[in-house]
């Protein structure tokens, strides 16, 4: 199967193969893409399975255009929603990890009838009010707040831009203080001895979706990424069992 690849409207890349529906949406982290582990895992898989999937880059991510620190909860979840829209059709599958767990939370309720189900790794809902911002010492909330901007080491590579835009703007998009009012599929799958989002973050998110059939798999030695070959095999064998279901 040949995968195509684009750019909607001029500005994010995407790539697509064809395939049996439901399909796969595979919706990337905070400061990843499409071609990190996991959605490369997942078109091997789909390739091989003749399953249809779809990756992509929000703004200021990856090879989309514009820069990472415009960026803002809102508009990468506008991002996703423009991309399922114009790219998909039917049923789709939201696999998202990470932050890309809680921009497909906001897909799925954005767009129910086009969600069959919902995969989500180390999923990070309201990270920006319930992780980052309590984490932030006092001088670096007021950078943020006078300067715009704080530049936050990262053990993933360079320092990571948090910008009072993003700050602001997440709180408007939070899930975990009422109920979430889907009913597909849901699996998540996080890891014990995760730095970054704790799993205890998964429970609130287990409480607070009103669907039954919602599965948490915990990982002992499992860290945020679940790259390791065993965690991309429990990730395939998630989705398999999922759409079989």
Aim: aromatic content about 6%; glycine content about 12%; proline content about 8%.
């Amino acid at each position: 199967m040949k995968e195509e690849r684009g750019r909607l409207d001029g500005r994010l890349a995407w790539a697509r193969l064809p395939g049996t529906q439901p399909g796969v949406v595979f919706l990337p982290g905070f400061r990843s893409d499409m071609e990190g582990s996991k959605a490369v895992a997942l078109r091997a898989h789909c390739a091989a399975t003749g399953r249809a999937l779809l990756r992509f880059d929000y703004g200021g991510h990856g090879t989309s255009a514009g820069r990472f620190e415009d960026g803002t909860i809102g508009q990468w979840a506008a991002d996703a929603i423009a991309v399922l829209d114009a790219l998909t059709e039917g049923p789709q599958l939201l696999v998202g990890s990470s932050m890309g767990g809680w921009i497909a939370l906001l897909v799925a309720r954005a767009r129910p009838a086009r969600v069959a189900g919902l995969i989500g790794l180390a999923p990070a809902p309201d990270f920006t009010t319930e992780l980052m911002w309590p984490a932030f010492n006092p001088s670096q909330r007021a950078e943020i707040m006078e300067r715009g901007v704080l530049h936050l080491p990262s053990q993933y590579g360079e320092p990571t831009p948090i910008t009072r835009a993003l700050i602001e703007d997440g709180p408007r998009h939070n899930l975990l203080g009422a109920p979430i009012p889907l009913r597909c599929p849901v699996r998540i799958l996080h890891g014990m001895r995760d730095p970054d989002v704790p799993w205890r973050h998964a429970l609130r998110l287990v409480d607070a979706l009103e669907g039954d059939d919602v599965r948490l798999h915990l990982i002992k030695d499992g860290d945020h990424r679940l790259s390791r070959p065993e965690d991309l095999a429990l990730l395939t064998q998630t989705l398999d069992q999922l759409l079989e279901g």
